[in-house]
Structure formats: structure tokens, C-alpha cells
């Protein structure tokens, strides 16, 4: 169990997440600059970046009800 307020934890997914991607997109950098195949890391990416819309969406939805 944890400490964290709702908002805390809300706060720390967009955070985790919003890293995610950027690591994500330098995984995919490395990808081109060595000369392979991109697609099911763009993918990915998408995937990510759908999510993070869901977890910024959610955040705001806690600040608003607090």
C-alpha cells in the first residue's frame, strides 16, 4: 500500500509516462540512424502517446476535483 494521494499518483503517471515517450522516440532515433526498421516502434509510440492523453485527461480530472 501507498502513501500517495490519488493527485500524487496521478501526477506521477504523467510524469512516468511523459518519459516513456521520450525515451521511446530516442529508441526510435537510434532505430533510423542505424538503418533499421522503425514501424512497431512507431507504433508503440502512438500506443504511448494515446495513453498519455488518457493520463493528462485524468490529472486534470483530479485537480478539478480537489
Known amino acids: 500500500m501507498t502513501n500517495e ?3 500524487e499518483m496521478g501526477k506521477r503517471h504523467v510524469r512516468e ?3 516513456r515517450i521520450a ?9 533510423t540512424r ?5 514501424e512497431a516502434a ?8 494515446a495513453v498519455q492523453l488518457q493520463l493528462d ?3 486534470d480530472f483530479l485537480r478539478r476535483s480537489n
Open 42 to 49: 512507431r507504433r508503440l509510440l502512438e500506443e504511448f502517446e
Open 5 to 7: 494521494t490519488k493527485l
Open 17 to 19: 509516462g511523459k518519459a
Open 23 to 31: 525515451r521511446q522516440r530516442e529508441l526510435i532515433n537510434e532505430l
Open 34 to 38: 542505424d538503418g533499421h526498421r522503425t
Open 57 to 59: 485527461a485524468h490529472l
